[in-house]
């Protein structure tokens, strides 16, 4: 059981990029997805996040208004559109799923988040 982020690369800042997670071994529109970033610091820092139906999104301060994350729980995907990128974006971005099936609650501490998968590279140039 496993999440995949995809889709990161190298982009000029100001422009735009979007990822994608999918899952193996869950279903994942039953969970709510949670985004984050790990950079130079080397910390696992909170992005932004969907609940399981996609009717509620929240944001770190730092993306807010530029980042949307959306899901299509059809194709069972989750996506971080991210636009007017900066320098200080650049991470590797990973996805996670928030534990308990169809839990509503907010959580931007990655405690919480109990299936985890490989990250994308996101590369912003100046």
């Known amino acids: 059981v496993q999440l995949q982020a995809s889709g990161g690369g190298l982009v000029q800042a100001g422009g735009s990029l979007t990822v994608s997670c999918a899952a193996s071994?869950?279903?994942?529109?039953?969970?709510?997805v949670g985004w984050f970033r790990q950079g130079p610091r080397n910390e696992r820092d909170f992005v932004g996040a969907i609940n399981w139906d996609g009717y509620s999104t929240y944001y770190s301060d730092s993306v807010k208004d530029r980042f949307i994350t959306s899901r299509d729980n059809a194709k069972d995907m989750v996506y971080l559109q991210m636009n007017s990128l900066k320098p200080e974006d650049t991470a590797v971005y990973y996805c996670?799923?928030?534990?308990?099936?169809?839990?509503?609650?907010?959580?931007?501490?990655?405690?919480?988040?109990?299936?985890w998968g490989h990250g994308t590279q996101v590369t912003v140039s100046s």
């Open positions: 071994g869950i279903t994942l529109g039953s969970y709510g």
């Open positions: 996670a799923a928030l534990s308990g099936v169809m839990a509503d609650r907010r959580a931007r501490d990655p405690r919480e988040y109990t299936i």
